[in-house]
Nanobody, 118 residues
Framework: QVQLVESGGGLVQAGGSLRLSCVAS????????YAWYRQTPGKQRELVAVIPSGGRTVYDKSVEGRFTASRDNAKNTVYLQMSSLNPDDTAVYYC????????????WGQGTQVIVSL
């Protein structure tokens, strides 16, 4: 099992920045990749960024150039630095971890709310 705890959400004005953090604990050695998702009411959860153990981080086109996802393995923490925020970025942001061990479970944090005001 892997536990994920997000923090860093809040209210920010359009054009501002926020940094989300996600601390992982438990069987983290089994994690192949981390990811950030977001969800708004009535919509499906959408992928924001994937941070693989090796290779390049991949971003959704809607955030590319504005968001930077990273991981600090020494701290068992992943981050999502969000800049140039706009109201369309308002959502609950979720941290996700993907195991490489069969049956390849995915783990989720509880989510952190981000609200971007005009």
């Amino acid at each position: 099992q892997v536990q994920l705890v997000e923090s860093g959400g809040g209210l920010v004005q359009a054009g501002g920045s926020l940094r989300l953090s996600c601390v992982a604990s438990g069987n983290i050695i089994s994690i192949n990749a981390y990811a950030w998702y977001r969800q708004t009411p009535g919509k499906q959860r959408e992928l924001v960024a994937v941070i693989p153990s090796g290779g390049r981080t991949v971003y959704d086109k809607s955030v590319e150039g504005r968001f930077t996802a990273s991981r600090d393995n020494a701290k068992n923490t992943v981050y999502l630095q969000m800049s140039s925020l706009n109201p369309d970025d308002t959502a609950v942001y979720y941290c996700n971890a993907r195991s490489y061990e069969k049956p390849y479970p995915m783990y989720w944090g509880q989510g952190t709310q981000v609200i971007v005001s005009l």
